[in-house]
């Protein structure tokens, strides 16, 4: 499998494992914990986008 992962530019951990990775392969949206990238999530992209727009308006604001 072929996936090119995309990380933040938040996510500047000197040794690069301190981060969520998402890729999109084969029309659907993975992601990955940089620290353990053989567990993969998978998701769609009205999924992703139904989160992250709770989280541009701080549903999730507690949890960080």
Not at 17 to 36: F, K, P, Q, T, V
Request: charged share 35%; net charge negative; hydrophobic share 35%.
């Amino acid at each position: 499998m072929d996936v090119q992962w995309r990380r933040s530019s938040k996510s500047s951990n000197a040794d690069g494992n301190n981060c969520l990775e998402l890729a999109e392969y084969d029309g659907e949206i993975l992601m990955r914990e940089s620290d353990n990238p053989d567990v993969v999530i998978r998701t769609t992209r009205t999924k992703l986008r139904a989160f992250l727009g709770g989280a541009k308006e701080g549903e999730f604001d507690d949890l960080a």
